[in-house]
């Protein structure tokens, strides 16, 4: 923003799976205010809501007679949106300028308590994959990316998959690879393929979040690993991953290339004997979705069904 020495507060889910997400990757930033707010980030989590308003057991407390005791609340729906609701305050909660009593965010939204505290919602952006001479002596890394090299994303598929069966924790796995990226090289070179290889992955990095292992796996193929997340949860990052790699802009000598991925989700399943069931599951509908064309998702008919009904018809 153009005057970041006045940015105060933000909320920041870093899981980034809101079906309400922007198309576009996100990461966190923090808005002016003119209010009393400290200089903080919130995180927000499953299972936990955060409470604003004047009284000192508020997450977010206010000190200013204008705002009620108890304000807003924002919290997280069973299907993964972030919500925001006023709690019957004095002066409201308004959201881009328009009062609310209750309303889903979306990622870069201002949220006014009122009279004149803001706050501004972001989905939690992994740090962008730094530099491969930073990785050069890091045998976990990828050296053209930055990110985890393909044994990492194993070793940690290996420990998640049994200890998430032994606590009954949600585990994914979304593998994707750049689709017709052979065309790709043909056509420009290699030296530009590997330019979109950093890209995606940089791109990627946007939109998963902190807890998730992301790793080139072989090539043209990525993997991530991600935890404690429901099938809708799951459905809605892997459209949002899948966005995010569309629209975003890969530029050679000033001419867009157009690049698309396609995805495959794995889920752990009670009948799974080993992590490799696990990412034999991911691989193979990683598979059907090559086969079915550019630009789609596959997975369990379940995960289908959730995308369907968010009005994706990019579905393998």
């Known amino acids: 923003m153009a005057q970041e020495?006045?940015?105060?507060?933000?909320?920041?889910?870093?899981?980034?799976?809101?079906?309400?997400?922007?198309?576009?990757p996100a990461a966190p930033s923090r808005a002016p205010s003119a209010g009393s707010l400290p200089d903080a980030v919130y995180w927000?989590?499953?299972?936990?809501?955060?409470?604003?308003?004047?009284?000192?057991?508020n997450d977010v407390c206010i000190p200013d007679q204008g705002v009620s005791q108890?304000?807003?609340?924002?919290?997280?729906?069973?299907?993964?949106?972030?919500?925001?609701?006023d709690l019957g305050s004095t002066n409201g909660t308004y959201v881009n300028g328009e009062k609310i009593t209750r309303q889903t965010l979306r990622d870069g939204d201002k949220v006014l308590i009122r009279p004149h505290h803001v706050l501004k919602f972001r989905y939690q952006a992994n740090p962008a994959p730094e530099t491969a001479d930073s990785h050069a002596a890091d045998a976990t890394r990828d050296a053209l990316t930055g990110l985890y090299a393909r044994h990492y994303l194993l070793m940690q598929m290996d420990e998640g998959f049994f200890?998430?069966?032994?606590?009954?924790?949600?585990?994914?796995l979304l593998m994707f690879e750049v689709d017709q990226f052979k065309k790709v090289t043909e056509t420009?070179?290699?030296?530009?393929?590997?330019?979109v290889l950093r890209e995606v992955a940089k791109v990627v990095s946007s939109v998963l979040g902190r807890e998730d292992v992301f790793a080139r796996h072989e090539n043209h193929i990525f993997g991530a690993l991600l935890r404690n997340r429901a099938d809708a949860a799951a459905a809605v990052l892997a459209q949002r991953v899948r966005r995010s790699v569309k629209y975003h802009p890969f530029l050679h000598n000033a001419e867009r290339i157009y690049i698309t991925v396609s995805l495959g989700i794995g889920f752990l399943a009670r009948n799974m004997k080993s992590p490799m069931d696990f990412l034999s599951e991911?691989?193979?509908n990683?598979?059907?979705?090559?086969?079915?064309?550019?630009?789609?998702i596959n997975g369990s008919h379940s995960l289908r069904d959730i995308v369907r009904q968010s009005a994706d018809k990019n579905v393998a």
């Open 5 to 24: 020495d006045q940015d105060k507060t933000v909320l920041v889910d870093d899981r980034a799976t809101s079906g309400s997400a922007s198309d576009r």
């Open 44 to 57: 927000l989590s499953d299972g936990k809501e955060l409470a604003i308003g004047r009284a000192p057991d």
């Open 70 to 85: 108890h304000h807003a609340r924002v919290g997280v729906t069973a299907e993964g949106a972030i919500f925001i609701e």
């Open 163 to 172: 200890r998430a069966r032994a606590q009954n924790e949600n585990l994914a």
């Open 188 to 195: 420009h070179g290699p030296a530009v393929g590997e330019m």
């Open 282 to 284: 991911t691989l193979s």
């Open 286 to 296: 990683l598979a059907k979705a090559r086969r079915a064309g550019r630009d789609t």
